[in-house]
């Protein structure tokens, strides 16, 4: 289940097609292989250097750079308290220790059942409903330590499974595009395009 | 002639509040439905690139977005008209819309991602017209799940409904648009890191010169970054021209702006105000804005432009929010977002949690903001839980001077991007400002807040 298989394979290569560069797609395909395997594994990390000519070891000194990339397993929820400015003058701190009490983990820890990892966070952007809580990239506040509980038993019994999806982002962000114009074709179209500027510019001189 | 956008607290969307005079990028909002095609096509949606690509020369475009006088929304304030006007001349140029939003307290370019993707990817149309750019790539905040949904089904709906695509509405212009994913790195959202996170590397900040991706950007080409708010104001500027976006406003601070605004207040949300017609005390106090602070609370201090603009103090709310006006006394408007703190906040905790943001987010190429910053982080916290010593308060602005030498405003640099300049601001001010509280922190080891 490591390297990319089947449907995901699929999308792996098309994403790789997208770019001028197919370096480019690293960071996608690093969001993808968590969405196949909840974290980015050692062979799909070899796999992702296959796919767009580049080293594991260059994928890795890559994917090491982002928090949301994780290299271990983590829970089928990550559960994120943001406790930076915004959140912290609103509770950001005491809603963290409420998780943790919660969870009955402390943070950056994954519950024995496997089911929530909880993270204290930087800004989610979600600054006017501080405290804020991300669940898989999914935002709810405010919260306080009932709510926080109560998002926990909704978790739980799979009343949220429509708005929070399994692992990372990429789950339901699909293109459905035709493929972007060939290089070589944009080249031509730049060529034409700067001519008819300097067409335009000499009969503006005249 | 305010407009708000209101997001409230309970956490429904309600109409914009108080008298809509004049919105520009929140036009859509009021309604439930703002993010789908059928909205945006109802409301004039296309109507602006349709123009721009069917009457209008790319110069043509450039000139109206010059004479709008449209300052950069991202952070820096920059006039996008100019930023266009140091496009290199060459054979490949690329538009990158930076949808990085991560500055503390900034959550207005994550409402447009959610709210109105379609506007979003027109006016990213209208901005690769103009600069003659055939591929644009609009990099999103990876933790924003649901706006790299909807901005990915809105460029697939600008693809079904052939406003992307090869020869676009008959004009012979083509273009293609793609959705990058971020993965969680503030320093992303300086635009060269966000270059190097775009070509699948770490995102580490380019040396300068050059100090423009318009002379090299991505793939080595030219290339220009334009933030998420400022493309969305392209299709207005297209539709009405520049002259009627200059006439909002005053000075050098044109057309409206999305104000983020947060923290101790009753009514935090994003609000559209025309620039420099309301002030931080309208914003903060006023009945169709943040409607005030807390029962008996006072205001001790705000952060007018994000977690590393330095700090106003109420004799500053009298100032309208205006580029210039901000700047001159001292600060600056930034990403337009406003954090209020009441006297109930401890503002050693306050200035040591966005040192310790900084220390956290530092990409540790630059000495003084890797190790400057973990120290400061470190000190601020020992002061904090009441293990400090009086000399740490030299020792911090010893600091703060390495990194930022003078700590002046606007900041001196040591290092490669502004990142590291960014700590200073919140530690001097806090600590020229609240000095009893840190020595009653330091030498009674408790806090006069908590």
């Known amino acids: ?206 | 002639m305010p407009s708000g956008l209101g997001r409230t607290r309970s956490g429904r969307r309600e109409p914009p509040p108080g008298r809509c005079s004049v919105r520009i990028v929140g036009g859509r909002l009021e309604h439930p439905d703002s993010h789908t095609l059928e909205r945006f096509l109802a409301t004039g949606g296309n109507n602006s690139f349709r123009k721009a690509l069917l009457e209008m020369t790319p110069e043509a475009v450039a000139a109206e977005v010059l004479t709008a006088n449209l300052l950069g929304r991202g952070g820096a304030g920059f006039e996008a008209g100019r930023k266009w006007g140091m496009l290199r001349k060459a054979k490949r140029r690329y538009l990158v819309v930076n949808g990085d939003e991560s500055e503390p307290a900034t959550f207005k370019d994550h409402l447009l991602v959610e709210r109105d993707p379609h506007q979003l990817v027109e006016g990213a149309s209208i901005a690769a017209y103009a600069i003659g750019a055939s591929l644009a790539v609009i990099y999103l905040r990876g933790e924003f799940a649901l706006g790299l949904e909807r901005v990915q089904e809105a460029i697939n709906d600008a693809y079904r409904i052939g406003a992307l695509g090869r020869d676009i509405f008959g004009s012979g212009f083509s273009l293609d648009i793609l959705l990058q994913p971020g993965a969680g790195a503030y320093i992303c959202g300086e635009e060269t890191a966000l270059l190097e996170s775009l070509e699948g590397k770490r995102g580490f900040p380019r040396i300068k010169p050059p100090y423009f991706p318009a002379v090299i950007g991505l793939y080595g080409a030219p290339t220009i970054v334009n933030n998420v708010e400022t493309v969305s104001n392209l299709p207005w500027i297209v539709e009405h021209g520049g002259e009627a976006f200059k006439s909002l406003g005053s000075g050098r601070s044109t057309g409206t702006r999305l104000f983020a605004l947060s923290g101790q207040v009753n009514r935090p949300g994003v609000y559209e105000v025309e620039m420099t017609k309301i002030t931080f005390r309208d914003l903060i106090f006023g009945e169709e804005y943040g409607q005030g602070l807390a029962p008996s609370r006072n205001l001790t201090a705000f952060i007018p432009g994000g977690a590393s603009s330095p700090w106003f103090f109420p004799e500053h709310l009298d100032l309208p929010l205006g580029q210039d006006e901000v700047a001159k006394a001292g600060s600056m408007l930034g990403s337009g977002s406003v954090i209020v703190m009441d006297d109930s906040s401890c503002p050693v905790r306050s200035a040591w949690r966005i040192a310790r943001f900084f220390a956290r987010e530092s990409c540790g190429q630059c000495t003084p903001c890797r190790e400057g910053g973990t120290w400061i982080d470190r000190i601020m916290e020992r002061i904090e839980i009441g293990n400090g010593r009086e000399e740490d308060l030299d020792l911090l602005l010893d600091l703060c001077d390495n990194i930022s030498p003078g700590v002046v405003w606007p900041p001196a640099q040591t290092t490669i991007c502004v990142l590291g300049p960014s700590i200073p601001p919140a530690i001097s001010a806090a600590i020229s400002r609240f000095r009893d509280d840190f020595l009653l922190h330091i030498k009674e080891g408790r806090c006069p807040h908590a």
């Open chain 1, 1 to 206: 289940m490591a390297r990319f298989e089947g449907e995901m394979l699929g999308r792996a290569e098309r994403l790789a097609s997208l770019y001028p560069d197919p370096r480019s797609a690293i960071i996608p395909l690093c969001h993808l292989a968590q969405e196949q395997d909840g974290y980015v594994t050692e062979e799909a990390i070899a796999h992702i250097g296959e796919l767009v000519g580049a080293t594991g070891a260059e994928v890795q000194g890559t994917a090491s750079f982002y928090d949301m990339l994780k290299f271990e397993p983590v829970g089928k929820y990550v559960i994120g308290v943001c406790t930076n400015i915004s959140c912290m003058l609103r509770g950001g701190y005491e809603l963290l220790d409420a998780a943790s009490n919660t969870l009955g983990v402390p943070p950056g820890e994954t519950t024995a059942d496997g089911i929530f990892t909880l993270e204290e966070v930087e800004c989610v952007a979600h600054c006017d409903k501080a405290p804020a809580v991300q669940i898989n990239y999914r935002y709810f506040g405010p919260v306080d330590s009932d709510a926080f509980a109560e998002l926990v038993g909704q978790l739980k019994s799979g009343e949220l499974d429509e708005q929070v999806p399994e692992h990372g982002t990429l789950i339901r962000v699909l293109r459905d595009a035709p493929p972007p114009i060939p290089l070589e074709e944009i080249d031509a179209e730049r060529a034409r395009q700067d001519a008819e500027r300097e067409a335009r510019a000499a009969s503006r001189e005249v």
